[in-house]
């Protein structure tokens, strides 16, 4: 999906976003993000910047259990787009994406997506 304000695919981006996950690649999961994004932690917490985003992705990562970052759903949103997916150490979690206008991540802010009882 094109982002109709801007000439990028955000599916694209998440997609290869999961995929530098699953296969360990911290570089190209950081090349994704621009220079100055942030993650948003689930345990709470913010990383600004690559140094403090290869901090927080590196031990998660190298964690990684051999179920993780199976992709559950992916949805787009009026301003960027939701993953639901495995997370490194199994939970099942939902992450937020927005892009800068080239297509860079911006933000990811993840939660742990609840169970329906």
Not at 21 to 36: N, P
Request: charged share 30%; net charge negative; proline share 3%.
């Amino acid at each position: 999906m094109a982002n109709a304000n801007n000439r990028f695919d955000a599916i694209g981006v998440v997609v290869d976003w999961i995929d530098a996950c699953k296969q360990r690649r911290l570089d190209a999961l950081l090349d994704l993000y621009d220079d100055a994004a942030t993650v948003e932690c689930c345990e709470g917490g913010s990383f600004n910047g690559r140094s403090e985003m290869e901090r927080y992705w590196r031990p998660r990562l190298a964690r990684a259990g051999n179920d993780a970052f199976a992709i559950d759903a992916l949805m787009p949103e009026e301003d960027g787009i939701s993953l639901d997916y495995r997370g490194y150490d199994g939970r099942l979690m939902r992450t937020h994406f927005r892009f800068t206008r080239s297509g860079k991540i911006q933000l990811t802010a993840c939660e742990p997506v609840k169970s329906a009882a």
